[in-house]
């Protein structure tokens, strides 16, 4: 079977099972099956295609029309233009955390504190982007935290990071000039309509099982413990949360607290100053 047929045969697959954007991920898995980038599949397409690399593709085909992500059939996520190892124990790195980013790298920072930090996504991508900078970096899963140091060695950052088990600050001492998290923020009455695909992702990184808001409770509470005079709190947030946890920050004391958009529009972080 030619590589174009077998591509036309999977999309019509994942099609019918639902999948958004089929073509797209139809030619990611027929790239990871054949170790070649998705970018170079039109130069092989009238070309047949190896018994074995068409079983595995059709074996990775069966698992996405199951609605597995495709992040965690071909084991990596591009970010902010970097390529992370992602597995079932983290979250996929979505676009819209490059928001998050964005506000970071606004402002100068040496010593930054991810809470909740999976795949490393964040804190790796902060520290290359600004080179000099250090960082610890937490998570409750100890299989999210290996996913975390092998991205971090992948990058070269292994020398500049520091990952800890805790649960939000219990294990972190210190103080930082920048505390970053994406914490689980779906309210648990949300959670059945989610796609099949996010149902996928480990629930802990997804929700607190109550009202979606429980991590950041637990954030701006300890935050100004952690905070050097004039760092900042940023946190990534739910479209609808924009109003309470600006609320929050403001309550203990954080100031020039402000919610920023993503690309559509929705909001998408709020960042507060610990003042002098």
């Known amino acids: 079977m030619t590589g174009a047929k077998a591509l036309a045969r999977a999309v019509r697959i994942m099609t019918d099972a639902g999948v958004d954007g089929a073509p797209r991920d139809a030619r990611l898995l ?3 099956a054949l170790g070649i980038g998705a ?17 595995r593709f059709d074996m990775l085909v069966s698992q996405r029309a199951s609605r597995l992500p495709v992040a965690y059939l071909i084991g990596r996520r ?20 490059e928001t998050l980013i964005a506000v970071a790298l606004a402002r100068p ?6 809470l909740g930090t999976g795949s490393g996504a964040i804190a790796c991508t902060l520290l290359a982007e600004r080179d000099g900078t250090t960082c610890v970096a937490t998570d409750l899963s100890p299989a ?7 991205n971090a060695a992948a990058l070269g950052l292994a020398g500049r990071i520091a990952f800890v088990e805790s649960d939000w600050f219990s294990q972190v001492t210190g103080r930082f000039d920048l505390i970053v998290s994406n914490p689980p923020y779906i309210a ?5 309509g989610l796609s099949p695909e996010v149902l996928n992702e480990p629930r802990a990184a ?12 637990a954030i701006v509470a300890g935050a100004g413990a952690h905070l050097t005079s004039g760092g900042r709190l940023l946190v990534e947030i739910g479209a609808e949360q924009g109003t309470e946890v600006s609320a929050m920050f403001a309550a203990v004391g954080f100031v020039q607290v402000a919610v920023t958009k993503d690309i559509d529009g929705r909001d ?5 100053d610990w003042p002098d």
Do not use: K, N, W
């Open 39 to 55: 970018d170079r599949l039109t130069l092989i397409l009238h070309e047949t295609v190896p018994m074995d690399a068409l079983a």
């Open 78 to 97: 591009q970010f902010f233009g970097r390529d992370f190892i992602v597995t079932p124990a983290v979250l996929d790195p979505r676009g819209d955390t």
């Open 206 to 217: 997804l929700t607190d099982d109550a009202d979606g808001l429980t991590g950041y409770r």
């Open 109 to 114: 920072f040496a010593g930054l504190l991810d």
């Open 268 to 272: 998408r972080c709020v960042s507060g």
């Open 188 to 192: 648990a009455a949300d959670m059945p």
């Open 144 to 150: 999210a935290l290996d996913v975390a140091q092998r």
């Open 30 to 32: 027929l790239g990871h």
